[in-house]
């Protein structure tokens, strides 16, 4: 305030009396059960709302956070909570913020209803509705039924995309209706339910058809290639996807070229008889190159490593699809990874020379797998395996491998190495070297060994960016023995319950492989596809021979974002094998299913030909025998949990045929379990672990079945 005061004839004393505002000494929340004081604080920088410790206190910001308060506590769905405050005097120039709370009851969504409709019946609308769904068993443990607007936004979205790809572009939706009712009036306050019933109007408007397409401000590009974006839908109506990718397409010819700055906008003009016209509008900009390529935080990875796998390059023209395609690759390696915020930068942009620089955002990842692990059945005993791999050798990108496993059933001892790139050209080479022992109890009392030594070559090259081809060429010294009764009558020697087998098997196998699956450990999106051929004998030589040809389709999609992610993922796999030639073929060369990586639950090898009763079928030594043929299909519901948590719910189903014992493919033998697992991904194993739950859904007498199975890595 200013006064003032004659002092004189022609003389004021002027006056200027100040208050401060006081200093905030604390601010406390009192009654918070639902929020925490890092949410609130979140949110207050969002909003800017400046009340901190030692800051002067404004009375705006109070009201604001008091608002937001409230807000927040609507978003989780309590409509009825109150927040107040208040200020009390620690000193003349302090105060103690209080804001205190009344959360209240939480009410939850009991209906959505549509007004106007007519082209879609309530239930096509609600389906749409996926954050905003009525109370139930689902929608409770996904927290779909409380009314949150920013979920309510989205799920109006897609209401208004449903419509507009039917041509009804027009489409208004207004303002909700909402109202909270109590479900039982007559109950006392203390047990009365209120629940939001919600009421969606909705004016369709009209239907149009597709009409003519024009371009305008297009230079680079003529109106013939810009216009092969666009295809008229069937039935000629105006269908919003059509138009989407459309511009879509063009906006991605125009920014592969290096027209980084390039828009596209579309309107629709509506011309008589409810027919729209689309224009496009193209502001191309300038043609941009690759100033400088950089990577940051690869402390051990080579440059030329990272670099040799990008589809852009230096002095070149900036293209933007490549660019995206290189980063996917880059993470597809596992040894470097990108940085999720902001993977890369764009620098030193000069409009004179057209040019932009790169630099690529990361972290050097584990680049070694160090798995430990075991486990006990009563079947199979106990068991130790160990194996080292890095898969970034020396910074070259080289995969060097050791395992070891050693128990009761298993003996194996395997070294690998494999160089992606020979020469800087997408060529890749490795070889194995193994000595393998397997010794398990088939089926009641046959008992089958199994040694095996022998080493592979194999040369390989990449196509395009998910494409590869493999050749390779593998030599093993084989020996078989079959025990019946459990023990034989001298180790090693023949008897008439121990017969042994020697072969030789020399195989060539050519394999092509297409592989867009983002994450190999823990995937969410993409394709897997390989075909592969194996031909052993013949002019290879060995003692051994046949051709097996095995094809295996893999696909994972995304079902659901946000707080709850999940994922859906299929794996379907077939071969087939056919012997020729004079000599006896070795009996583990044939198809035996099962396994926590085949269809789970049954134990590993333990799928063979059983006929028409469900008992095993023998050969005319007494052997079980397994198919020629096999298939296999596998279904999963991923949810991720967050953090290394995965719970997958599965089916499998899957089995072996073989024609000559007259058990042809037959969809009716296929066998069938169900089940849950739940995968840990721990960083010092680089692999995920596997607890499973199965049951077999089609038991059969003898079945080797593991309701519970424990393994590392992945199941498709």
Do not use: C
Request: proline share 4%.
């Amino acid at each position: 305030e200013i006064e003032m005061e004659p002092v004189g004839p022609d003389r004021i004393r002027v006056i200027v009396r100040v208050e401060e505002r006081p200093v905030i000494r604390s601010l406390e929340f009192e009654g918070l059960k639902k929020l925490d004081r890092t949410e609130i604080e979140e949110r207050m920088d969002e909003k800017r709302i400046d009340l901190r410790e030692g800051m002067p206190l404004a009375l705006g910001d109070l009201k604001r956070l008091q608002s937001e308060l409230e807000s927040m506590y609507r978003e989780k769905g309590f409509r009825f909570a109150r927040v107040r405050y208040e200020l009390e005097e620690v000193s003349p120039g302090e105060r103690r913020v209080v804001f205190q709370v009344d959360e209240g009851n939480k009410v939850k969504i009991e209906e959505v209803e549509f007004e106007g409709n007519t082209v879609f019946s309530d239930y096509r609308l609600k389906w749409a509705l996926r954050k905003t769904r009525p109370s139930g068993p689902i929608s409770r443990i996904l927290k779909r039924d409380v009314f949150n607007p920013a979920n309510y936004q989205e799920d109006i979205d897609r209401v208004r995309d449903l419509y507009r790809e039917k041509g009804y572009k027009n489409v208004a939706i207004g303002e909700p209706e909402l109202e909270v009712r109590a479900l039982r009036p007559d109950a006392p306050p203390a047990k009365q339910k209120r629940r939001l019933f919600i009421t969606i109007p909705i004016d369709e408007g009209e239907r149009f058809r597709y009409g003519e397409v024009t371009i305008r401000g297009n230079e680079v590009f003529s109106d013939e290639v810009l216009l092969r974006a666009f295809s008229k839908p069937r039935g000629k109506w105006l269908k919003a996807s059509a138009v989407d990718e459309g511009v879509e397409a063009v906006d991605k010819l125009y920014r592969n070229a290096g027209y980084i700055y390039s828009q596209v906008d579309v309107t629709l003009e509506e011309r008589g008889e409810d027919v729209a016209d689309i224009v496009v509008e193209v502001v191309e900009g300038e043609q941009y190159k690759v100033g400088r390529l950089e990577f940051e935080g690869n402390d051990r990875t080579r440059d030329k490593v990272l670099r040799r796998e990008f589809r852009v390059h230096e002095g070149r023209t900036l293209n933007m699809g490549a660019l995206r395609n290189s980063l996917f690759k880059l993470n597809q390696l596992r040894y470097f990874e990108l940085d999720e915020d902001n993977p890369i930068e764009f620098e030193n942009i000069d409009p004179e020379e057209k040019t932009v620089d790169l630099k690529v955002q990361g972290q050097e990842a584990d680049r070694t797998e160090l798995l430990f692990g075991g486990g006990w059945s009563e079947l199979d005993g106990f068991f130790g395996q160990f194996s080292l791999r890095t898969q970034n050798f020396r910074g070259r990108g080289e995969t060097l491998s050791v395992a070891v496993q050693t128990g009761r059933v298993t003996e194996r001892y395997e070294l690998s190495y494999f160089v992606p790139w020979i020469l800087d050209r997408p060529q890749s080479a490795g070889f194995s070297a193994f000595s393998r022992e397997l010794d398990f109890f088939l089926f009641g009392d046959q008992r089958q060994i199994r040694r095996e030594t022998g080493g592979s070559l194999t040369y390989g090259r990449n196509f395009k960016l998910f494409q590869a081809f493999r050749i390779s060429y593998g030599y093993t010294e084989l020996e078989d023995q079959v025990f019946f009764g459990g023990t034989s009558d001298e180790e090693g020697e023949e008897g008439p319950t121990n017969r042994l087998f020697n072969f030789e098997k020399s195989t060539l196998s050519p394999i092509w492989i297409y592989d867009s699956v983002d994450n190999r450990l823990e995937p969410t999106r993409g394709i897997r596809s390989t075909v592969s051929f194996d031909y052993s004998g013949g002019f290879l030589g060995g003692n051994v021979s046949f051709y097996r040809p095995e094809a295996e389709f893999t696909y994972y999609r995304p079902i659901t974002g946000g707080r709850v992610r999940t994922v859906f993922g299929v794996n379907a796999e077939a071969g087939w094998l056919e012997p020729f030639g004079d000599e006896d073929f070795p009996l583990l060369e044939r198809y035996y299913r099962g396994g926590a990586r085949s269809v789970r639950g049954f134990a590993n090898r333990s799928l063979f030909l059983r006929d028409g009763e469900g008992n095993p079928i023998r050969d005319e030594f007494g052997n079980i025998v397994g198919g020629t043929q096999y298939f296999e299909l596998g279904l999963e519901y991923q949810i991720l949990l967050g953090g290394p948590f995965r719970l997958v719910f599965f089916t499998d189903a899957g089995n072996v045929f073989d024609d000559d014992f007259g058990r042809s493919f037959d969809i009716d033998e296929l066998r069938y379990t169900t089940g849950v697992e739940l995968r840990l991904f721990v960083p010092v194993f680089g692999l995920p672990l596997r607890f499973i739950y199965a049951e077999n859904l089609d038991p059969l007498p003898g079945d080797r079945f593991e309701s519970f199975q424990f393994d590392v890595g992945t199941s498709f």
